[in-house]
């Protein structure tokens, strides 16, 4: 399509299997965000209503996610298995962050999370910790066959929160590998993460990158309750997020260079 006089072209359709209409269910209700089992009624009512009238919102909506957590416990490999249905059996250390864009149709209503891959390792912390700020969903990460790199999500949680507000994210505690436990050990495991989540007010998962065990229905979930905050924050009228006309992401990008290349040059971390 033409893009001389600097419109920009109109993005590919929504693939149909991104569409939810249905309220996704929690892992756990012993660790759970929303025991709730539908979507708010006042936000299901105002996108009917849009949708009666043919009227479109204003803005595209978009919800930041950052996922954070030690290295080689999976967060490039969860990411890449929703995004692009790939699994790489190879470790390949994230340099400082990385982001997806993925696109949903939610109640009829088009839906973006920008998901951030943070660098689990030490030397980009730097780098990584400059993309927190302004997150509505974190995702803590933890590998269940390494029960350290469990006890270590409340710090990657506090770093995460000190660049945002108090109650201004939904937090998340995804469990990966779950393949490599055996049923009992893989239980055990699960009931010591769900302590966790409970104190950091978080919900539990616990998925599998390599089987692809419920990754779509975790995805699907932080999707769907980002979606819903998303649309009654527009409703109370403060300021919700947009996600600009692809230049904004554009630029995300050239900083993101930018300052990776910095970082290395000055190789503080
Ligand atoms: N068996 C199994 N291996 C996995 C799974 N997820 C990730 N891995 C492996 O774990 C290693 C690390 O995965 P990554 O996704 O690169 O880890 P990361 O957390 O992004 O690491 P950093 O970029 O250093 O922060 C790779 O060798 C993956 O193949 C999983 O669900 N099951």
Redesign the pocket.
């Known amino acids: 399509m033409d893009n001389r006089n600097g419109m920009m072209p109109f993005p590919p359709p929504i693939s149909r299997d991104r569409a939810i209409c249905e309220f996704p269910k929690c892992y756990t209700p012993e660790a759970s965000l929303q025991l709730k089992k539908d979507w708010d009624n006042q936000a299901r009512e105002a996108c009917n209503d849009r949708a009666a009238r043919h009227q479109p919102w204003d803005r595209q909506k978009m919800s930041k996610v950052v996922v954070v957590?030690?290295?080689?416990?999976?967060?490039?490999?969860?990411i890449?298995r929703f995004c692009k249905n790939v699994?790489?059996?190879?470790?390949?250390?994230?340099i400082g962050v990385d982001f997806e864009i993925e696109r949903f149709e939610i109640s009829g209503v088009p839906f973006s999370l920008q998901i951030w891959?943070?660098?689990?390792?030490e030397k980009f912390k730097c780098i990584a910790s400059a993309y927190y700020r302004g997150a509505q969903v974190i995702i803590t990460?933890f590998?269940m066959a390494d029960i350290k790199s469990l006890d270590h999500t409340r710090q990657w949680l506090q770093e995460a929160m000190s660049e945002n507000e108090n109650d201004s994210c939904f937090i998340f505690l995804v469990g990966?590998?779950?393949?490599?436990l055996p049923t009992e050990e893989r239980e055990r495991t699960e009931r010591d993460a769900i302590k966790i989540a409970t104190e950091m007010n978080a919900e539990f998962w616990a998925?599998?990158?390599?089987?692809g065990e419920n990754i779509e229905g975790f995805f699907f979930r932080v999707a769907a309750l980002a979606f819903e905050r998303c649309i009654l924050k527009d409703l109370e009228g403060g300021a919700p997020a947009s996600i600009g006309r692809g230049d904004s992401i554009k630029s995300d990008h050239a900083k993101l260079e930018e300052a990776t290349s910095q970082e290395m040059k000055r190789n503080c971390c």
């Open positions: 957590g030690d290295l080689n416990v999976g967060k490039t490999c969860l890449n699994f790489e059996r190879d470790y390949k250390a994230t891959d943070t660098a689990g390792q990460v590998d990966t590998k779950n393949d490599l998925v599998s990158s390599k089987t």
